[in-house]
């Protein structure tokens, strides 16, 4: 019985090992590399007619908690119900938009720097010929909390959830092998 115990505690070790690897070798989230990356291929051209209007209008929506799901492309409609309750909270706590600044643009794509009074956003935004948002991309400040990981998972659809969990389960076995054959444990 105590070698069981001591062999899954060598799995566990091993495991903990292949996670802090992993830590160690992945770079820190910076979220000024995030917008810097984005602004890089960014390309200083006009903005396209009614991208700003339409954005204060967006974020405004968003943060009375009634976005016009009737000016949207149908699968952005979709995606802001989804997250609406999470990004109304996020930007409401930020306060009143107070000014917009154009970047410039990535294919049909306009990006803007949001500032509120608590703080600023990158947003990207791209306008269709009849007025509706066609795509709408809010670049976050920093890495996401805890909470923001499990309010994200429970979104998923069962079949979503259950491909991640086969990838996490993937991800044990091969720690298990790893113990198995490089430390030759014996279960």
Same mark, same amino acid.
């Given at each position: ?95 009143? !938009?107070?000014?917009? +600044?154009? #970047?410039? %643009? ?7 720097? =949001?500032? @509120?009074?608590?703080? *600023? ?37 069962? !079949?979503?959830?259950? +491909?991640? #969990?086969? %990838? ?7 720690? =298990?092998? @790893?113990?198995?054959? *490089? ?5």
């Amino acid at each position: 019985m105590a070698k069981i115990f001591a062999r899954i505690a060598l799995l566990l070790l091993a495991a903990g090992l292949v996670t802090a690897a992993a830590a160690v070798t992945t770079r820190p989230f910076d979220p000024k590399q995030n917008e810097l990356s984005i602004l890089q291929r960014a390309v200083k051209r006009p903005a396209t007619a009614e991208s700003e209007a339409t954005l204060r209008r967006v974020i405004g929506e968003i943060q009375q908690g009634r976005p016009d799901y009737a000016r949207m492309n149908p699968k952005l409609a979709e995606a802001v119900r989804r997250q609406l309750p999470q990004q109304q909270k996020f930007l409401t706590g930020l306060g009143p !938009p107070k000014s917009l +600044t154009y #970047l410039g %643009g990535i294919a049909r794509m306009d990006f803007y720097r =949001a500032a @509120f009074a608590d703080g *600023a956003l990158l947003w990207g935004i791209a306008v269709g010929a009849d007025g509706s948002v066609q795509s709408l991309l809010l670049v976050p400040p920093g890495p996401p909390s805890p909470q923001d990981w499990k309010d994200n998972y429970a979104r998923f659809e069962l !079949p979503e959830r259950a +491909t991640r #969990l086969a %990838g996490q389960l993937g991800i044990l076995l091969a720690a =298990a092998l @790893f113990g198995r054959l *490089a430390l030759r444990l014996r279960l």
